[in-house]
Each structure stands twice: as C-alpha cells, then as structure tokens.
C-alpha cells in the first residue's frame, strides 16, 4: 500500500493513462477506482484540490461512451431479423448496466466519505443506496458543519443527476440537480447549467 497520498495520486494519473489507452480495460478501471477511494479516506482534502473526482468521472464516460457507440451502431443498422433485434435489445441492456455501474460507483465514494467525516454529514440514506432521493433535502442543511463535505456533496449529486438523465431517469435526476442548487445558490454558472440540464425534455438514450 503507497506510504503517502502523493504516491496514490501519482498511481490514480498513471491508471488515468491507461484507461484512456483502452477504454474497456475494466481491470484498470477496478484499479483506478480502489485508488480513488483509499486517498478519499485517507485525506479528502487532498483528493479534492487533486479533482479525483473528475478523474473518475472522466473514466467513467470513457467506459459509458464505448458501449453507446456499439449501441448506437446497432440501431442504425436495418433490422432484418429477431437476431438483429435481439441485437440491439442486448446493446441497449448494456448500456443500462453500465450506468448502474457508474451510479454504484459513486455510491461506493459517498458512503466512504461518510464514513470519514462528522457524523452529522449523511449524503445518502443509508437504509436505501438504491435511486431514491428519499431524506437528501432535509441532509442539505448539516453539510453546513463541514464545507469540505459539502464540496464533495456538489460533485456527486451532480454526477448522480447526469447518469440518471443518461437512464432516462429525468424527474430523478432534477431532484440531483436541485439538490446540487440548493447547496450552492450564489454559483450561477452552475445554476444555468443545471437549469438547462434538469429541463431536458429527451426521453431516448441516444440523445442523452
């Protein structure tokens, strides 16, 4: 195990090379996604000024655009048969599973970031890590206590809003969105581009 957090973060930019070189690489993905979460617990403070975060979403869309553009290919394609639509059937799973992936992903780093902080700092209901928002608005409030939490609590509802709004999850993901407002009124970049993100009327994946 690395001694210090530089020699993590200097592991987590040599993973981040590698899954860009191969998008599929899970094992590299698995990695990078272990070494993420040991520098969390070990100073987030660090791995926040580092933006780890972006890193793994960053990893994350490599690995969600790989599988859209095989199913985007699939649809395109003329279905001539059931094994055509078998096929697409299977493309379109695939990119379902992967997004509850990427949303278990970040569940993974919000309970570990919970762990490490005051106890008063909940990100998500603990009863129930699923796709509800049940009890994150009456939690916004006790973030307050502990800005570095709230910082982290912005990346992740807003992260958690985009792969709902991927999954065709829209009214779920404006409560992400909301949420990600209500902690940071005063940034209105961020708002507008919240706004713009929480009103998309697209109903279809591929045009996420």
Same mark, same amino acid.
């Given at each position: 195990?690395?001694?210090?957090?530089?020699?993590l973060?200097?592991?987590?930019?040599?993973?981040?090379?590698?899954?860009?070189?191969?998008?599929?690489?899970?094992?590299?993905?698995?990695?990078?996604?272990?070494?993420?979460?040991?520098?969390?617990?070990?100073?987030?403070?660090?791995?926040?000024?580092?933006?780890?975060t972006?890193?793994?979403?960053?990893?994350?869309?490599?690995?969600?655009?790989?599988?859209r553009?095989?199913?985007?290919?699939?649809?395109?394609?003329?279905?001539?048969?059931?094994?055509?639509?078998?096929?697409?059937?299977?493309?379109?799973?695939?990119?379902?599973?992967?997004?509850?992936?990427?949303?278990?992903?970040?569940?993974?780093?919000?309970?570990?970031?919970e762990? *490490?902080?005051?106890?008063s700092? %909940? /990100? #998500?209901? =603990? !009863?129930?890590?699923? &796709?509800? *928002?049940?009890?994150?608005?009456? %939690? /916004? #409030?006790? =973030? !307050?206590k502990?800005? &570095?939490?709230?910082?982290?609590?912005?990346?992740?509802?807003?992260? =958690?809003?985009?792969?709902?709004?991927?999954?065709?999850?829209?009214?779920?993901?404006?409560?992400?969105?909301?949420?990600?407002?209500?902690?940071?009124?005063?940034?209105?970049?961020?708002?507008s581009?919240?706004?713009?993100?929480?009103?998309?009327?697209?109903?279809?994946?591929?045009?996420?």
């Amino acid at each position: 195990m690395p001694a210090c957090n530089q020699e993590l973060m200097a592991q987590i930019e040599e993973l981040k090379s590698a899954c860009k070189q191969s998008q599929v690489d899970l094992e590299h993905r698995e990695q990078l996604l272990n070494c993420i979460c040991q520098l969390v617990q070990m100073d987030l403070a660090f791995a926040m000024d580092n933006e780890v975060t972006q890193v793994l979403w960053s990893s994350q869309k490599l690995l969600f655009n790989g599988v859209r553009e095989h199913y985007l290919k699939a649809i395109k394609q003329p279905a001539k048969a059931s094994e055509d639509n078998n096929r697409v059937a299977i493309a379109r799973l695939n990119c379902t599973n992967v997004l509850h992936t990427l949303y278990s992903e970040w569940l993974k780093l919000a309970l570990l970031v919970e762990a *490490t902080a005051d106890a008063s700092c %909940k /990100l #998500l209901p =603990l !009863d129930n890590c699923g &796709l509800e *928002t049940n009890g994150i608005s009456h %939690k /916004l #409030l006790q =973030l !307050d206590k502990n800005p &570095l939490v709230r910082k982290f609590a912005e990346v992740l509802y807003t992260r =958690l809003g985009d792969i709902n709004r991927y999954m065709n999850n829209f009214e779920l993901s404006k409560k992400f969105y909301n949420a990600v407002q209500r902690l940071n009124p005063s940034d209105e970049y961020s708002f507008s581009r919240l706004t713009r993100l929480a009103n998309l009327a697209s109903s279809d994946i591929n045009n996420s």
